[in-house]
Nanobody, 125 residues
């Protein structure tokens, strides 16, 4: 299984950015696809997750309304749309995959089976 994250870069505060995570190596039916981030000097933080079917999403409370996760089955790609970005959003963003999907913060924020390499997002003030 390979997860290839891309789309990071430098953006001004208030701007938007869309990250992509292209998945390969197996079928991902009944998988949860998650996004995490890690800011410098901080622990990794759960951002949100989506069921591979695309029918169900879950977000960290602090990010609701600004971040949106979606999936394009034709491209085997999961997206993280980030709007109204703030300097505090600066971090390396990782996509991840795990078997199963339970709409539970405990399940969705728990360790995942597969991880991408991360893409850096820098938000300038």
């Amino acid at each position: 299984v390979q997860l290839q994250a891309s789309g990071g870069g430098l953006v001004q505060a208030g701007g938007s950015l869309r990250l992509s995570c292209t998945a390969s190596g197996r079928t991902f039916n009944n998988y949860a696809m998650g996004w995490f981030r890690q800011a410098p000097g901080k622990e990794r933080e759960f951002v949100g997750a989506i069921s591979w079917s695309g029918g169900t999403t879950y977000y960290a409370d602090s990010l609701k309304g600004r971040f949106t996760i979606s999936v394009d089955h034709a491209k085997n790609t999961v997206y993280l749309q980030m709007n109204s970005l703030e300097p505090e959003d600066t971090a390396v963003y990782y996509c991840a995959a795990k078997r199963g999907f339970i709409l539970s913060p405990r399940f969705l924020s728990a360790p995942y089976d597969y991880w991408g390499q991360g893409t850096l997002v820098t938000v300038s003030s």
